[in-house]
C-alpha cells in the first residue's frame, strides 16, 4: 500500500455519486487530473464545514466535482456560483447539478471568468480559484476590493507538479502565472496565506 492509497482508506469515504462522476471524467473527459478528487474533495467539503460560508463563487467548474464539494455541506440558504468557459459543458453540468445532492444550491455562469466577475454579486464569503493558471492575479485583482474581512480564497494547483520551484527552466504561461500569484498572495498585505502541499498544491488565503 502506497501513501496515496493509505490517506484514502483512512480519510472519510467519498460518496457514491462523487466516485461515479470521478469514474466518468476519467472515462470520457481529456485532462482527467483537473478532477478534484476524493481527498480534496473531503478537505473542501469539510472546508465549507469550518468556514460556513453562505455564498461561494468557483472558478473553473471541469465536470462539477468539485462544486458539488462545496456545496455538500453548505448552511442552509447558502449558494455556490461556479464559472465555466467551455460552452460545450453547459449541458452535461446542468444536468449533473439538476440530479445530484446538493446540486439545488448551485448556480452555473458559462463564459470567461474575468468576464464573468464583474456581472455578478460581490459579497462572496469563499472564493475557489481553479481556472486559467495565467490569470489567478487577474482574478485575485478582481475580487479582492469587495471581499470583506474574514472571508476565504482557496486557490487549486499553486505547486503545478513542481515547476515553480525553477521557474528559468520551467517558464511556460501557466508555470509564470502561478509563480506570480503565489508570491502575490504571500506579500499582500490584505492576505494570511498558507500552500497546503497537497495533490498538486492548494493555497488558502484569509482575508484581513
Not at 501557466?174 to 498558507?194: I, W
Amino acid at each position: 500500500m502506497d501513501e496515496e492509497e493509505y490517506i484514502l482508506s483512512h480519510i472519510s469515504p467519498e460518496p457514491a455519486h462523487l466516485e461515479a462522476l470521478y469514474r466518468r471524467t476519467h472515462l470520457n473527459h481529456l485532462y482527467p487530473r483537473m478532477c478534484s478528487g476524493h481527498l480534496q474533495g473531503r478537505l473542501l467539503s469539510m472546508l465549507v464545514s469550518m468556514i460556513k460560508p453562505r455564498r461561494i463563487l468557483e472558478l473553473g467548474t471541469f465536470t462539477g466535482y468539485s462544486a458539488l464539494c462545496l456545496a455538500e455541506t453548505l448552511p442552509e440558504g447558502g449558494e455556490v456560483h461556479t464559472v465555466e468557459i467551455d460552452d460545450e459543458m453547459e449541458p452535461e453540468l446542468l444536468e449533473l447539478f439538476g440530479s445530484s445532492p446538493g446540486g439545488d444550491r448551485i448556480k452555473l455562469h458559462i463564459g470567461d471568468a474575468s468576464d464573468i466577475i464583474p456581472t455578478l454579486p460581490t459579497d462572496w464569503d469563499l472564493v475557489y480559484i481553479d481556472a486559467n493558471k495565467r490569470d489567478y492575479c487577474a482574478y485575485l485583482d478582481l475580487l479582492l476590493p469587495s471581499l470583506k474581512t474574514g472571508s476565504f480564497i482557496i486557490a487549486d494547483n499553486t505547486l503545478w507538479d513542481g515547476k515553480v520551484f525553477d521557474t528559468s527552466a520551467n517558464h511556460d504561461p501557466q508555470t509564470l502565472g502561478l509563480d506570480r500569484f503565489n508570491s502575490y498572495a504571500a506579500s499582500h498585505p490584505r492576505l494570511e496565506t498558507v500552500i497546503i502541499p497537497l495533490r498538486d498544491g492548494l493555497t488558502l488565503c484569509r482575508v484581513v
